[in-house]
Structure formats: C-alpha cells, structure tokens
C-alpha cells in the first residue's frame, strides 16, 4: 500500500532501527487489514444493479451478504490466519485471535516469510513477531536484538492517538485501521462492488461454503453501488485511495451459520500486486490481550527520538 509502505535500506544501526520500527507500524496494520476489516453501515434496500445478471439472482446475493455481514459481527471474536504478499517488499502470515466487540483486541504472531522487510527484520535476528491489539494502542515484540540496540526492552508500543502524526499521511489511515476495523470488510466491498455474483459451493477445510465474487473498481465506486449509503460509500473510497488500491478482486467464502470463514483479496498498489487470504474459525472464542511489562516496554515516539529522529509531532 502506496502511503502505509515504509522503504527498507541497509545502512547505520540507529537508521535500522528507525526503519524496523517504522515498517513494523505500517506491516502490523496491514496484517490485522488482511485478518480483518471496516465495519459495515447498510442502510439501504438492496437493488438490481443491472449488470448482467437476473435481478432476483443479484437480490438474493445481497441478502445472502448482508446477513454474513450481520452473523459475523455478532460473532464478536474468532481465530485467524492469514497471509499477505505485496510485491517485493513483503510476504508474512499471521494466526491468533480477535475481537472486535469493542474496537480491535487480541494478540497475533507474525512471520515474515520473504521480501525486504523480512531481510530487515532477519538482521534484527528474528523474523517472526508477537503483536498485542489493545484499545488505545497496540505493542509489537521486536526480539533480542532488537533490545540490545534500544535499551534492553523488547517491545515497541505504538499509541493511536499519535499515528495520526506519522510522516508522508501513512498515520491517519493506519490510524484508522486499527480503530475501525472488523471482519466485515471483505463483505462490504463485495457489496460495494456492485457485480457480486454467487461462484457456487464449495468446501473449506472439510466445511460446506457459498463462494461469492466481485471486483471494487474505486474510481466508479460510488456511480455503481446502490447497496450502501453514500456516506459509507465516501469512507471505504478514501480508504481504499490512501492505501494506494485502484482495483480490487474480493471473494468470500460463507458456512451454513452464515459466517465468513475465508476471503481473498486482490488489488494492486505502487509497490506491486497485493494478495491477502484469511481464514477464519471458532467464532466466539476467549480473546487474551494484555499490556507487556512496562519496564519492557519502549513508547514509538521515545524509540524515534532516541535513534536520533524527532518523534511525532503532537
């Protein structure tokens, strides 16, 4: 994603640092993107949208959605995997659990399996991560290595409130992300598409699935789409523009309890074809996120000025 991006050089220790950090910010925003997404507002009566397909075929998509949509945010947690590519700059997965009944909470561990970040993460002696998603901030677990160059602590708190101050306009929308966001996305933007259409059924992992299909054109999104009211449809435009996304594929795959069990999003962005698949399980289950130590902990800003920058405008 254009904005959300970091660019990972080699270079002094105090700059890798800075640069890890920065990328972890913007890496574990996009991982809790790919395990989740935007809470929905349909507000509106469902329509033909008159794209090809037989109006009582599309109307009967759109409630199917709508009420995967519903089923699911009452489902309040669940288990997630996930993995994300995006062009040469990362590939990671990701598993935990989540719960969005009150904001995002829960913990993830996150690996990165290739690109530049990993390299970066790699010299820092550890490519994988724990990430702890709590109300006003979440923490990442940076390794050993990490530590002996920022003081002896091991994890990095990143405070919401003050990514909005994050330099190129990345902060607003990783902001954004980790404050509003829930698995309703990916049904949302197949609602917004204004082309969704049911694949057929399928099996996931041993379970019975719809397979439904649509493809986001951002530029003519709000011409297309009589699903959603206009000021929904104003929100989920401008996220998808500041992340750098001119089109996206979506496809999702709901149980016979009407909840998301799986989806893949394709798009592409300025550093290259973005893919992003998730799973999703046992709905309801107990979320475990807790601050780490205090005397462990470093704030993102403090990390910034210590590594000579000038930490985040307030």
């Not at 074809?273 to 799973?279: D, H, I, N, V």
Request: net charge negative.
């Amino acid at each position: 994603m254009t904005s959300s991006s970091p660019r990972v050089t080699s270079g002094n220790p105090r700059a890798g640092l800075r640069r890890a950090a920065l990328a972890t910010v913007a890496v574990t925003a996009l991982t809790l993107v790919a395990c989740t997404a935007s809470d929905a507002d349909s507000d509106r009566p469902a329509k033909d949208d008159g794209i090809g397909r037989s109006g009582a075929a599309q109307t009967g998509s759109v409630a199917a959605l709508r009420t995967a949509e519903r089923s699911t945010d009452r489902g309040d947690s669940a288990r997630v995997e996930s993995t994300t590519t995006m062009g040469s700059l990362m590939s990671m997965t990701a598993a935990g659990t989540l719960g969005w009944d009150d904001g995002i909470t829960g913990t993830l561990t996150i690996t990165y399996t290739g690109g530049t970040i990993a390299d970066t993460m790699r010299r820092l002696g550890s490519t994988s991560m724990e990430a702890r998603y709590l109300p006003d901030a979440y923490y990442a677990r940076m390794g050993d290595a990490f530590a002996e160059k920022a003081g002896g602590r091991h994890w990095v708190r990143y405070a919401y409130d003050e990514m909005a101050d994050l330099a190129g306009g990345s902060g607003a929308y990783l902001q954004d992300q980790m404050r509003n966001t829930t698995p309703q996305q990916s049904v949302e933007l197949l609602l917004a598409s204004g082309n969704v259409r049911k694949v057929g059924e399928e099996q996931v992992r041993g379970e019975r699935t719809t397979h439904y299909a649509g493809t986001v054109d951002v530029a003519d999104l709000a011409a297309r789409n009589p699903h959603l009211s206009e000021s929904r449809l104003a929100d989920l435009k401008a996220l998808l523009e500041r992340a750098g996304v001119t089109s996206q594929s979506v496809d999702i795959w709901i149980n016979d309890r009407d909840l998301l069990v799986k989806k893949v999003e394709k798009g592409r962005t300025a550093t290259g074809e973005l893919t992003q698949t998730a799973y999703y399980s046992d709905y309801g289950a107990d979320v475990d996120a807790e601050p780490p130590p205090a005397d462990d902990t470093q704030d993102f800003d403090e990390l910034l000025r210590r590594q000579g920058g000038t930490g985040l405008s307030r």
